[in-house]
């Protein structure tokens, strides 16, 4: 469950970063951020780039055809051969 909303959650963290670097004076009056503007552009890169995964990771899982129970299969066959004996 956790592994299924983790690009998100690191979305969420680049989003913070990049809007710190940003936009620093309405975080820190007065205060300079190192990197700069180039800084928070990085942090919007990861941010789309995991938000691309999650999109990814959750399309794979929906369009992934749902096949057949291998433990139904199993027991279908160990019932088969009780009967036989």
Request: glycine fraction near 10%; hydrophobic fraction near 50%; charge should be positive.
């Amino acid at each position: 469950m956790i592994r299924r909303y983790y690009n998100l959650a690191l979305m969420l963290v680049w989003l913070g970063v990049a809007a710190v670097t940003l936009f620093p004076d309405r975080f820190f009056p007065g205060k300079a951020v190192p990197g700069g503007p180039m800084a928070g552009v990085l942090a919007l890169t990861l941010a789309a780039y995991n938000l691309v995964r999650w999109w990814a990771y959750r399309s794979l899982r929906h369009n992934r055809p749902a096949g057949p129970n291998p433990l139904a299969a199993r027991r279908r066959r160990d019932e088969g051969e009780g009967d036989a004996a």
